[in-house]
């Protein structure tokens, strides 16, 4: 049998599974890797037409979906001599000796490096996918290209592959670079970065296409940043939260779209959603003002207030954006919780709020959710209309005044806990007279998160390094503590750029 041998940080460690849920995850992980030794095997010797009605594909089928329900989704990758499943070394015993074998070399045959199951899949996806692993060419470098072409020709997109990376040189320097690989993945700053960017291009180039009537939108490239966001949010959820504090009022809808994701992610991390669920919520909250991309663009960007008229288009876009959800092939079955989701964002604790709906008597966990992280998000972020928003502190006051009325008050103060009394993004004056920027809270003693440093010269406000105000000197006295927070408008500080 196959063992799983963890290579995450040591800090990650402290999140084991339990014994019955590791045999779990060990026992469905070895199951995979026999199953596709199998499989490919009979493909081999006895056509593709075999696999349709053998058992081992029933069988193969109910693991990978049992461990997408559990994990969120299933990645084999190849790194050296290694086996990667889920993140995690793959090391093999007497029992799994043959099949890991057989993967390992089959796979480099034909330039395979990675393999990742997405979403839930049929017996007719999974035979024609391991038909057409088995029968690329050996020796192609082209083949990772070939077979995403293929898949997607045929319609699959809950299955991708990647090419296989090959480092040269001696055992040493190969270890090298393995070891870079493993720095670059815990380099969660840097990813936490590009998955922002990443998702802000992606949520832009897909509301484009749907108002231009394209009948291929990529909702693939969509949930894959969702679960790459999932897995930085369950390390570690300060690096994706920081990236929230980038404001750009050009771009609203777009970057707060992507920052509601952030925060709905971290908050139904806190509540412990499955992977599976974080998924669908972050989708929901990044497609949640969806609807807006058919509001005219002069009501939208219009710099003062709506007449009634504007403001009657402008509430119907939570409707709007369930039609066009609803209305997009690529996301295949769609959770009902998404729907509500969307429809519910602007609907308050107490039912006020829009769209009207008499008969409903509570909001779904998704749209109690999106209507805390939009509330926020929208309070703290500069506007056509209103260039000065409020601090992150003066959002907080105002929404714990309307709980209750508006926002459930057990989630708003789950919430409050995730973003701390002095929010990540926040300005403050430290008792040395210095300013700081919160970069990262300390749910254990809020009052002493890690900040920033930022000192003022002639070019304006220049980074420092990160403090610890948990941090002591000899004599047990804090070096740092905070005095108060400040308006970083007020004082021509623009925070985003201390993220990035």
């Not at 701390?420 to 749910?443: A, D, F, M, W």
Request: glycine share 6%; aromatic share 8%.
């Amino acid at each position: 049998m196959a063992l799983i041998e963890s290579t995450m940080h040591p800090r990650q460690l402290n999140k084991e599974p339990s014994d019955s849920s590791e045999t779990e995850l060990l026992k469905l992980g070895n199951n995979i890797v026999i199953k596709i030794h199998l499989l490919m095997n009979l493909c081999q010797f006895y056509g593709s037409k075999i696999l349709s009605a053998h058992q081992f594909i029933k069988e193969l089928l109910q693991t990978i979906n049992i461990l997408i329900e559990k994990e969120g989704r299933v990645c084999f990758k190849i790194l050296n001599d290694d086996l990667f499943f889920n993140g995690q070394r793959l090391r093999y015993s007497a029992e799994g000796f043959i099949s890991f074998k057989y993967l390992m070399i089959q796979w480099k045959k034909r330039s395979i490096g990675e393999i990742i199951f997405n979403e839930v899949v049929d017996e007719k996806i999974l035979g024609e996918f391991i038909s057409a692993l088995t029968n690329l060419k050996e020796d192609s470098k082209e083949n990772a290209t070939l077979l995403m072409e293929q898949l997607v020709n045929q319609g699959i997109s809950s299955i991708e592959v990647g090419p296989l990376e090959v480092f040269e040189g001696d055992g040493e320097e190969k270890e090298r670079a393995r070891e870079a690989i493993t720095l670059r993945e815990e380099d969660q700053r840097e990813v936490a970065k590009k998955v922002f960017f990443e998702t802000i291009t992606a949520i832009k180039r897909f509301m484009d296409h749907i108002n231009q009537g394209k009948l291929y939108v990529n909702v693939r490239k969509l949930k894959r940043l969702a679960q790459k966001a999932v897995y930085l949010v369950e390390e570690d959820e300060s690096f994706l939260l920081g990236m929230a504090v980038i404001k750009n009022y050009d771009e609203y809808t777009f970057n707060h779209s992507v920052n509601v994701f952030i925060y709905s992610l971290a908050l139904g991390k806190r509540l412990g959603l499955s992977r599976k669920t974080l998924t669908e919520l972050g989708l929901t909250a990044l497609l949640h003002d969806i609807g807006k991309s058919k509001i005219p663009k002069e009501i939208l960007n219009k710099p003062g207030p709506l007449d009634e008229e504007e403001w009657a288009v402008m509430k119907k876009h939570p409707l709007t954006g369930v039609e066009m959800v609803l209305n997009v092939k690529q996301l295949g079955e769609i959770n009902p919780r998404m729907v509500f989701g969307i429809f519910e964002h602007h609907l308050k604790n107490n039912l006020s709020g829009y769209p009207k709906f008499f008969t409903k008597k509570e909001i779904t966990l998704f749209g109690q959710i999106i209507q805390v992280a939009d509330a926020y998000d929208a309070m703290t972020t500069p506007r056509i209309y209103k260039k000065t928003p409020c601090t992150p502190e003066e959002a907080l006051a105002i929404m714990l005044r309307d709980r209750g009325s508006h926002f459930d008050p057990i989630l708003l103060k789950v919430f409050v806990g995730l973003v701390g009394i002095c929010p990540i993004g926040s300005l403050v004056l430290l008792n040395t007279n210095e300013l700081g920027i919160v970069c990262k809270p300390n749910p254990k003693w809020a009052e002493r998160p890690q900040v920033i440093l930022v000192a003022e010269d002639d070019k304006g406000y220049q980074k420092g390094k990160v403090v610890d105000l948990t941090e002591t000197d000899g004599e047990g006295r804090h070096r740092w503590s905070i005095i108060k927070t400040l308006d970083p408008f007020k004082h021509h500080v623009d925070i985003g750029k201390y993220f990035l």
